[in-house]
């Protein structure tokens, strides 16, 4: 079948969260064998089942160092060399605190303090050892947990774009709720992406964000919270208290050429808020970003790689 210029959806649930793949062509087969390596992915990084790779790893917690197959090895020093950067807000092994909480599953509730404590104990990245020549991840302490939550989306994003482009796909979207990555320009000269109006409908938009072959990753505190007694507990916490993050910002969205950048940056910058990141990012010119704060503003970082056409104006938008 030759490729024509009508939009081709198909859709899926994995990883909790609804998929969506554009092709320009009317192929089943292709979008299966895209779906079946997103669930390959998922039954390797989820912590939200009895096994997988990363599972593997936390039953063995203080007891075992785990072998893992290169990708997953490669993923996991990621992780870390991100986790031990100095301030950094990013820790991927906050595993117990996010099990504590339960932040969008059911039984969610506001820990004790002092049991915070006791978990945040077990959440330092340094206590991962790594060993390069038998490709083994030890979690030094037992009761350690290892989540790839903040990476693995980003990470499985590019593994798709890959996999289209061995396949000679040259224009075509995936959408990993919230993830997306992008090949070519789409149909009307380029790919059309919605900023969402944060606690709102999902289709209430502030905003279309257009990329050509660009990743678009947005984190925002209104994808997994709980409400109680006015105060809102987001899904994004931070390492330092165990506590979620809490400052001036409702989203952050990056463009980047590959979505792992886009998952680690949102996650950095939403622990940096608004004013340290805009200075931070004039350093890294492929890392671009858009805020969206509780006061009603849009922020954006530049705009070198993406075109934002705003659509509320009840929004004020700053560009930097
Ligand atoms: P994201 O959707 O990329 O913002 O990632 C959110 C997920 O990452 C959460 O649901 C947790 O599983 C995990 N997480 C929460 N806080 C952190 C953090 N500070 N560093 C790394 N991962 C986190
Ligand atoms: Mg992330």
Sequence with gaps: MTPDDRVYAYSAVLMGSPILLKLFEHNESLASGVFRLI??????????????????????????????????FELIRRAKAISCLPGSSFNFTIGPLVKCWKIGFSGHSIPAARDLQTLLALTNPEDVILDEQTRSVFLQQAGMEIDLGAIAKGYIADVVRDYLREQQVENALINLGGNVQTLGAG????????????????????????????????SGIYERYFELEGHCYHH???????????????????????????DIWTTLLYGMGVEKSLAYLEQIPHIEAIFVTRDGQIILSSQRQFTFTPLDDSYRITTY
Aim: charge should be negative.
């Design 236 to 262: 994004i916490l931070d390492p330092k208290t165990g506590y979620p993050l809490d400052n001036e910002l409702l989203s952050v969205t990056i463009i980047s050429e590959d979505s792992i950048d886009g």
């Design 39 to 72: 669930k390959h992915q998922e039954n390797t990084f989820t912590v939200n089942r009895p096994h997988s790779d990363i599972m593997a790893i936390n039953h063995a917690a203080g007891r075992d160092p785990v072998t893992v197959s290169a990708p997953v």
């Design 187 to 218: 149909a009307e000269g380029a790919w059309a992406i919605g900023l969402k109006k944060p606690f709102s409908e999902p289709d209430t938009l502030i905003g279309v964000i257009n990329v050509i072959g660009k990743s678009v990753v947005t």
